[in-house]
Structure formats: C-alpha cells, structure tokens
C-alpha cells in the first residue's frame, strides 16, 4: 500500500494532475468516479491567495467526496508561499503541494514553477519554509530540469526529501521542452532506484493508455502514476487502467450514451460551481476528447463550443446518441 505520510492511496495509486482551467470540482467530480485514487487542484497563486483575489481563493473549493485531495500552491516569494500554504491548509486538504513545474513563460520565467530549478538552494529553503509552516504533509511535483544541460532530478529528490516532503511526483520533461517530444522516464526511474530516497516517486508524462501503463509501471518501478491531459474528457481511462493492470483486459470503450451522461453531470457541475457563461465557456476544451471517434461530429461540435445557452447545450448532447448511434471508432 503507497502513502503519503499516514494516508493510504491504494496499491499502485493512479493520480490526477493538476491541470489549469481542466482540474476545476466538475471535472474531478467525473475522474474520481471512474477510479482517479489522489487528485490535485488546479494551481493557485500565492499572491492571489495572500491577497484574497476571487479566482484564487474560489479555486480552494474542495469537496468530500473527492478525497484525499491536495491543494497545489506556485510562486516565487518565500514569505508569500508561507501564507498561502497556510491558507491553503485551513480549507482542509489532505495534502497541500508545491508546483516546481509550471513550464509557462508568465510563471517559469518569474522563478516559480520550474523557473525554481535554476535555483536549487532556494527551492529547498522555499520548501522547507512551507514544511515547517503546515501541518499537512507537503508534496512536490517538478520537472527534470530547465533544459537538457541542467536535469538534477536527482540531486532535486534528495533536497526536497531531507526537509520533509512526503512524495515527488516528476514530469519527464524539461521546461524547455513544454509539451513537446517525448517524455523521458529514465530519469525518474533513477530517482525511484536511488538507495537513498524512500518516499513515494510517481512518474508523470505521455500515460495516454492501459498498455503504456503497465509497461511503465514494470519498465521504470514507479510507485504510481499521475495522468494529464489523456484524462481531459476521457476520465474513464483510471479505471481503465486498473482493470488492464488485474486482468490483462481491455475494457469496452464507454458507450455513447454513457459518454453523453457523464459530459451532461459535467457540465451541470461546471454550470453550478461557476454560473452559466463560465461554466460553458470552460467545458468546451472537454468535447472534442469526450466524443473523439464519432464520424461526422463537428456540425455538432460546433453548436456545442459556439453556444452560449445552457439549454442548448444540453439539448444536443442529449440528441447525440439518437443522431449518430453507435458509431464510435
């Protein structure tokens, strides 16, 4: 059984990766129903939290029936990260977590998120400031390096675990490559090997079916693996996975109708958690992926990401099976 600190979080736990304006309550709502073990929280600003800014603090809303759940903070500032994990502990997570990972260039090129990684000695005061300020065990997710000439995974694991972090999780990319190429596991798997590091490792990057799981999972000796965009209107791949990991079965694709019942729950969540012109305007990066496959789709696609009318919206997901039928691919 992994945990972190005391908390159990399963056999070999699948996590779901704090992802901004994707990893909002609507849509971990429908990962954790369909077998997401630990999620995160999109991530929050330290700034924007000390400050009591709207869209910060709004994104501190966490639910029951999603836990264990972390609350994940980025910033540059010691004292500012300090505060907020603070205020972030008051909203009751089980975890709270530090983004050293953020490649975006508004937030890498400040010194926070992976811009940290030009700094080693500052992210493990940073972090162990944070340590020392909450009681919640703290966790990290980071990358391998800022570019090809700096990864220190390594050296990076050994720091954050001497002042007190309870899990890593690592993206097998650099900053410099964003999204781009592939992920390289090999350095995580180095970490996760290492003698010296006993907390849990997951690896983060490209997981995109139930095959690729298990072979990386027996490839790299990963404690867990933490999934992104492949979940992103497909959130039936965690249990997915699981059952391929039991059974060495795949199991059936997600019917039409179940696909269009699960886009509905999600987007009368988003419509309740954000008010309507929000709420829409959010769930239109999920459709393409929730109905992928279906030929002839985007006439359909199109009303669903130009309207702004909630009823509509609705309305024609729910038409969506008696006009296509079964022909997914």
């Not at 811009?115 to 992210?123: H, S, Y």
């Not at 990290?140 to 309870?166: C, N, P, Y």
């Not at 990386?216 to 990991?245: L, S």
Request: aromatic residues 8%; charged residues 30%; negative net charge.
């Amino acid at each position: 059984m992994v945990k972190i600190s005391d908390i159990e979080i399963g056999e070999f736990p699948l996590l779901l990766a704090p992802m901004e304006d994707v990893s909002d309550p609507p849509f971990r709502a429908v990962c954790k129903q369909n077998g997401a073990d630990l999620m995160y929280t999109e991530f929050i600003s330290s700034e924007g939290l000390i400050r009591h800014a709207e869209k910060s603090v709004q994104k501190l809303d966490i639910y029951d029936y999603e836990r264990p759940i972390g609350i994940q903070i980025f910033g540059d500032k010691i004292e500012s990260m300090r505060e907020a994990a603070s205020i972030a502990e008051e909203a009751d997570p089980e975890i709270i977590d530090i983004n050293y990972g953020c490649p975006v260039k508004k937030v890498a090129c400040k010194g926070a998120g992976a811009g940290i990684l030009l700094d080693l000695p500052k992210m493990q005061e940073m972090t162990a400031e944070i340590v020392k300020r909450v009681n919640k065990p703290v966790t990290v997710k980071t990358r391998l390096g800022w570019d090809d000439s700096t990864i220190k995974i390594q050296e990076v694991a050994h720091r954050l675990q001497d002042v007190g972090i309870h899990a890593l999780s690592i993206h097998g990319r650099t900053r410099k490559q964003m999204y781009k190429g592939e992920a390289n596991w090999e350095p995580i798997a180095e970490v996760k090997n290492d003698p010296g590091i006993h907390i849990p490792i997951f690896g983060n990057g490209d997981i995109d079916s139930p095959e690729k799981a298990l072979e990386y999972r027996n490839k790299y000796g990963v404690d867990g693996i933490m999934i992104g965009r492949a979940a992103i209107g497909y959130p039936w791949i965690f249990n997915e996975i699981k059952h391929y990991m039991k059974t060495g079965e795949i199991l059936e694709a997600p019917s039409l109708d179940e696909r269009v019942r699960v886009a509905v729950q999600h987007l009368d969540f988003s419509i309740e958690w954000k008010g309507e012109k929000l709420g829409l305007f959010e769930m239109r990066r999920h459709y393409t992926n929730y109905f992928r496959g279906i030929q002839n789709f985007k006439p359909t696609r199109t009303t669903l990401v130009e309207s702004e009318s909630y009823q509509e919206v609705k309305e024609t997901l729910l038409r969506i099976p008696d006009v296509y039928g079964e022909v997914m691919v």
